[in-house]
C-alpha cells in the first residue's frame, strides 16, 4: 500500500504528464532542428564552393587563353585560402591536363566522362570525405577549358561531430528529467492501478472474492478501490450460495460430458472404418470414388482440368506366391504410405482393389500429373522394403494418368487412365503412361 496519501485529483495528474510530454516534444523539436541545420549547412557549403569554382573560372578565362600557366595559378592562389580548399586543376578545351595549384590527391584518369555528363556549366559530386566540383572556363560564351576545384568535408563533419555531442548532452539530461519523473508518476499514477492489477490475478489465482484493497489517496482512485471491494464482497456472497448448489450439478455435467465423448469416439471410429481401407488407412473404393465425383463438378463449374492416375504394383501376386501373403500386406502398406507421403495436399489417394490405387490430382493439367506420377514411381522404386526378421524387398510400380477439363463421364476418364496403365505394363513396367481420349 501507498504511505502518503495523494489528494490530487486524476485530472491534475494528467497535467503533470501532459508537461512530460511537452518535455519530451521539446527534445524531439530540437532533434529535428539539429538535422535541419545539418543540411542546411551541407546545402550552403555546397552553394559557397559552386560559387568560388565559377567565380575563379571567370578571373583566369584571359589567362588560359594565352596559355600563362604561372598568371592562372598567381590568380587561383587566394582560392586556397579557404580552408576547405585541397588543390585546383586546370584542363584545356579538350579536356587535358594544364597545370594544378595546391595538395594534389589523386590523378583524374577520365575527364572526358565528367564533361559528356555536364548538362549544364557546372558538375559536383559529394561524399562523406570530399566535395569535387567541375565548371567551365568561358571566354566569349565559348568553352576554352575547364576548373576542378577538389575540397574537404573536413569542417562539416567536425560541425556535425560538434552537433551530435552536443544533442546526446541534451538527451542525456532529458532522458534523466524524465526518468525523475516517472518515477514520481509511478507513485502518483501506475501504483493504485498495479494494486488493482494485482488484486485482480490474485482473485484469478485463487478464485477468492473475500480480498480487499485499502483506498490510499482520497481522489477517483479511492474511488475505484471502494467499487471494486463492493463488487468482490457482493461476488463472494453469491459464490457461496452457488457453491452449495454446485455439486449435483457438477456431478451431472460430468457425467453427460463422459457420454457424449463416448458417443463422440464411437461416431469417429464408425466414420473412419465407413471411408478409408483397414490395410492401408488409405481412402476405400466408395469414398474415392465419392471424392471423384465432387472434384468432376468442380473442375467443371471452375472449368479446371482434373488429374487422374491408376497404379499398380508390378509382379505383386509374384510377392505373395514367393515372400507370403503377410510380405504382401507389409508392401501394400509400405506403398501406401509411399503414396501418401508423396502426394500434393490437395489429391487425394485411395485403394481400389488388391493392389491396384486412385490418385486424384486437383486442377493439373497432364504437365502436373506427369511430375506427380514420375515422383510416386521413383519413390516406390528407391524405397528397401523391410519384413519378418530383417528380411528386405523392393517393388516397383506402374501408372496410367490422363488429364483433362472434364467433359466425359468418371468411368470414362478411369477407363482412359486405366488403358494407360495397361500400356505401361505391356511395355515394360515400372514407367507412366499418358492415357488418350478415343
Known amino acids: 500500500m501507498v504511505s502518503k496519501k495523494y489528494n490530487a485529483s486524476i485530472r491534475k495528474k494528467l497535467v503533470y504528464f501532459f508537461s512530460l510530454s511537452a518535455v519530451i516534444a521539446l527534445f524531439i523539436s530540437t532533434s529535428t532542428t539539429l538535422v535541419y541545420s545539418f543540411l542546411n549547412d551541407k546545402e550552403s557549403l555546397i552553394k559557397d564552393s559552386i560559387k568560388l569554382a565559377e567565380v575563379s573560372g571567370k578571373n583566369i578565362a ?35 591536363f594544364f597545370t594544378s595549384l595546391g595538395e594534389n590527391i589523386g590523378k583524374k584518369k577520365s575527364l572526358q566522362q565528367d564533361i559528356n555528363r555536364m548538362e549544364k556549366s557546372v558538375l559536383f559530386s559529394i561524399d562523406w570525405n570530399n566535395i569535387n566540383i567541375l565548371t567551365t572556363i568561358l571566354h566569349s560564351d565559348e568553352v576554352i577549358g575547364y576548373l576542378e576545384v577538389h575540397l574537404t568535408t573536413e569542417n562539416l563533419k567536425k560541425h556535425v561531430l560538434d552537433q551530435a555531442i552536443a544533442s546526446f548532452i541534451i538527451m542525456l539530461i532529458t532522458t534523466l528529467i524524465v526518468l525523475l519523473l516517472a518515477i514520481k508518476l509511478e507513485k502518483v499514477f ?72 463416448t458417443t463422440e469416439d464411437s461416431l469417429n471410429k464408425v466414420s473412419i472404418l465407413a471411408t478409408t481401407d483397414s490395410l ?44 507370403g501373403h503377410q510380405a504382401g500386406d507389409v508392401v ?22 488388391g493392389e491396384e490405387f486412385l490418385i486424384l490430382c486437383k486442377n493439373s493439367d497432364i504437365k502436373a500429373v506427369s511430375f506427380v506420377a514420375e515422383r510416386l514411381r521413383k519413390k516406390v522404386q528407391e524405397r528397401i522394403i523391410h519384413y519378418e526378421d530383417d528380411k528386405t524387398t523392393q517393388v516397383t510400380v506402374s501408372l496410367g494418368i490422363y488429364s483433362c477439363v472434364p467433359d466425359i463421364s468418371k468411368e470414362e476418364l478411369i477407363k482412359i487412365a486405366d488403358n494407360a496403365l495397361y500400356d505401361a505394363k505391356e511395355t515394360g513396367r515400372n514407367r507412366v503412361s499418358i492415357g488418350v481420349k478415343n
Not at 332 to 353: F, M, P, T, W, Y
Request: contains cysteine; glycine residues 2%; charged residues 30%.
Open 332 to 353: 501394400l502398406k509400405e506403398v501406401s504410405h509411399i503414396l501418401q507421403e508423396n502426394a500434393r495436399d490437395v489429391d487425394a489417394v485411395g485403394r481400389i482393389g
Open 62 to 96: 584571359a589567362s588560359l587563353l594565352f596559355l600563362d600557366k604561372e598568371s592562372c595559378k598567381n590568380i587561383l592562389k587566394p582560392i586556397l585560402s579557404d580552408e576547405n580548399v585541397q588543390y585546383v586543376k586546370i584542363y584545356n578545351q579538350d579536356g587535358v
Open 280 to 323: 492401408t488407412s488409405l481412402f476405400n473404393r466408395r469414398h474415392i470414388m465419392d471424392i471423384f465425383d465432387t472434384m468432376i463438378l468442380e473442375a467443371e463449374n471452375e472449368k479446371e482440368y482434373i488429374g487422374v492416375i491408376m497404379l499398380d504394383i508390378d509382379h505383386f501376386k509374384l510377392v505373395n506366391d514367393t515372400l
Open 190 to 261: 501506475l501504483k493504485p492501478i498495479f494494486e488493482l492489477l494485482h488484486a485482480m490475478k490474485q482473485i484469478q489465482k485463487d478464485k477468492d472474492f473475500s480480498i480487499s484493497l485499502v483506498p490510499s489517496a482520497k481522489d477517483e482512485f479511492g474511488e475505484l478501490f471502494n467499487e471494486f471491494n463492493m463488487m468482490a464482497s457482493e461476488i463472494y456472497k453469491r459464490d457461496q450460495i452457488l457453491h452449495k448448489h454446485n455439486l449435483d450439478l457438477e456431478i451431472q455435467v460430468n457425467t453427460t460430458t463422459e457420454k457424449l465423448k
